[in-house]
């Protein structure tokens, strides 16, 4: 994913996590239609149609549903989201794809936050 081809403060990216992946990928390919495209164990992108924002299916333990929104200044954005009542899960870091922190809102639901 190249956070550069999407608007900043826009949903860019999903993450959809959870045990025993291959039904995942059946489920979302077959309700759904969305290319699902495994990339080794526990990882998948998945590619839906038009315009709408691609993500990936990831392994874990429970399942739960994550959106990535890009932002024009990632520290700032993490900075902001503490001062309004979040917290941090992960700090800034580099991937080697993009970089990316994540952050909960103060109902504990977790964002990434996408660099621009």
């Known amino acids: 994913m190249t956070s550069s081809a999407h608007t900043v403060n826009a949903v860019a990216h999903f993450d959809v996590f959870g045990p025993e992946t291959g039904r995942l990928h059946d489920f979302y390919a077959g309700v759904f239609g969305w290319e699902v495209d495994a990339r080794g164990p526990g990882y998948a992108l998945v590619h ?13 333990e429970r399942g739960g549903l994550t959106i990535g929104i890009v932002v024009a200044d990632i520290d700032a954005a993490v900075a902001a989201a503490v001062k309004r009542g979040g ?22 639901n977790r964002l990434s936050l996408i660099a621009a």
Do not use: L
């Not at 839906?48 to 299916?57: E, S």
């Open 87 to 108: 917290s941090v899960v992960m700090p800034p870091t580099d991937n080697g794809w993009v970089v990316k922190a994540q952050v909960a809102d103060p109902a504990g």
């Open 48 to 60: 839906t149609p038009g315009d709408t924002p691609d993500g990936a299916i990831v392994e874990a």
